[in-house]
């Protein structure tokens, strides 16, 4: 038996329009660590088109990216803005989307790259924010286990 599974009540035209609104570079959160980057005097690079995943903040000199995602759209594990739907669509999506971001964190790690992974829900403690920010970039090891659990490879 075939069966439809139909994610919401939205015409094919109008969910295309609403999902084509939904920023993928520029958000808030992103430009949110920018500014707390700026204001702690480091220089960076945005979106680099030639390393895997295109990471939103790069540090080209010290190999250092930080992707800064969207707790609902990478799949946050156990976060309450992460709820995704409970039907096929969208599980699949989700994680078909936990395991692209995990190959690009893989590609960049072997490229000698290290990875930062800050996940919105986080950006909340802009002290924390900060440690961890400090903390990468100048080279201290954060004990965290995974880059798809937590946020640093």
């Not at 976060?79 to 039907?87: F, M």
């Not at 699949?92 to 290290?114: A, F, S, T, V």
Request: aromatic share 8%; charged share 30%; with cysteine.
């Amino acid at each position: 038996m075939l069966t439809s599974h139909k994610v919401d009540n939205l015409t094919k035209e109008k969910r295309s329009k609403i999902m084509r609104s939904i920023k993928s570079k520029n958000t808030k959160p992103e430009l949110l660590v920018r500014k707390l980057l700026t204001q702690l005097g480091y220089r960076y690079r945005l979106h680099k088109k030639d390393l895997p995943g295109k990471p939103d903040i790069v540090f080209p000199g010290r190999k250092k990216a930080i992707f800064i995602h969207g707790c609902f759209w990478h799949g946050h594990p156990n976060c309450l803005i992460a709820k995704i739907p409970d039907n096929e669509f969208w599980q699949k999506k989700i994680q078909n989307n936990i395991q692209r971001d995990e190959k690009q964190y893989q590609e960049l790690i072997l490229l000698g790259w290290r990875v930062l992974i800050l996940w919105e829900c986080e950006l909340r403690d802009s002290k924390k924010l900060i440690e961890v920010l400090v903390s990468f970039i100048n080279g201290e090891e954060l004990k965290i286990s995974s880059p798809s659990q937590n946020n640093i490879s």
